[in-house]
């Protein structure tokens, strides 16, 4: 691919600090473009990937923003347009999980995953959409998971949240093309980030027998679709949801 193609372009990421999230911001940096990202909770986190991300040659911030609030969130993204000045690429990837059985699942539990998860996207996309369609330019790379493709027991919030995340890619897709705005969506399988580190290495072989390449991803894997979607290769790509899963999803 070209080296440098989002040179001194400005891209924000939402929920960097760790993760797939970082793997990204990095990746950008890589690609030439100046990251601002979001967390809540990771402060040492945040600006440890800050540093990073500037000795890397170009301007990053990170930013205290609750995903779930619309206002916290159109403030961020108007005070990074101001600051970086302009908005040109748009990750959604801020995410968590509430892993239960239906019948054990709680009214919070259910609100905070759609709330973080979908309505999280809608809250950046919302407050980036307007600067995308005046410019006539905009890329829009939503991070989704497996679990909203093939629906996962023990994940109901989860799988519908991601699921909503590919409706909503597909649809705003076919409502901006018109104004030379692209908008895909990564489906990851499973990766090894904190979530798995909690697994036993007996839990870890009985998922890598589900997944026919033989193997757990890496952040690096779900950074390279990224980069991919959001390069000039990927000019005439719109409207997808790109499984990342190793073969998992196989039918």
């Excluded at 690609?31 to 500037?54: C, D, I, M, P, R």
């Excluded at 890619?169 to 990564?186: D, Q």
Aim: charged share 25%; aromatic share 6%; proline share 2%.
């Amino acid at each position: 691919m070209a080296d440098k193609f989002l040179k001194d372009q400005t891209a924000v990421v939402t929920g960097a600090s760790r993760g797939i999230g970082r793997a990204i911001a990095l990746k950008l940096a890589d690609l030439g473009a100046n990251v601002a990202f979001n967390y809540q909770s990771s402060q040492e986190h945040a600006l440890s990937l800050e540093k990073e991300l500037t000795a890397k040659g170009v301007k990053a911030k990170a930013s205290c923003v609750d995903i779930k609030d619309f206002e916290q969130v159109k403030k961020w993204i108007d005070d990074t347009k101001v600051e970086f000045g302009g908005l040109d690429v748009l990750v959604n990837n801020a995410g968590i999980i509430r892993d239960k059985a239906l019948m054990m699942m709680s009214p919070d539990d259910w609100h905070q995953v759609i709330e973080t998860n979908l309505t999280g996207v809608f809250n950046a996309t919302r407050a980036s959409i307007v600067t995308f369609m005046k410019q006539k330019k905009g890329l829009i790379v939503n991070i989704s998971s497996v679990s909203g493709v093939i629906g996962l027991p023990r994940q109901i919030n989860y799988s519908a949240s991601k699921g909503g995340i590919n409706a909503f890619t597909k649809a705003l897709a076919k409502e901006v093309a018109s104004f030379g705005i692209r908008v895909n969506a990564l489906a990851p399988g499973f990766i090894e980030t904190e979530i798995l580190s909690g697994f036993n290495e007996e839990q870890k072989k009985k998922i890598i027998d589900m997944i026919p390449l033989g193997r757990i991803g890496s952040v690096n894997d779900v950074a390279d679709g990224v980069e991919f979607l959001l390069s000039p290769e990927a000019a005439y790509i719109t409207g997808q949801v790109i499984v990342i899963d190793g073969g998992l999803a196989i039918r």
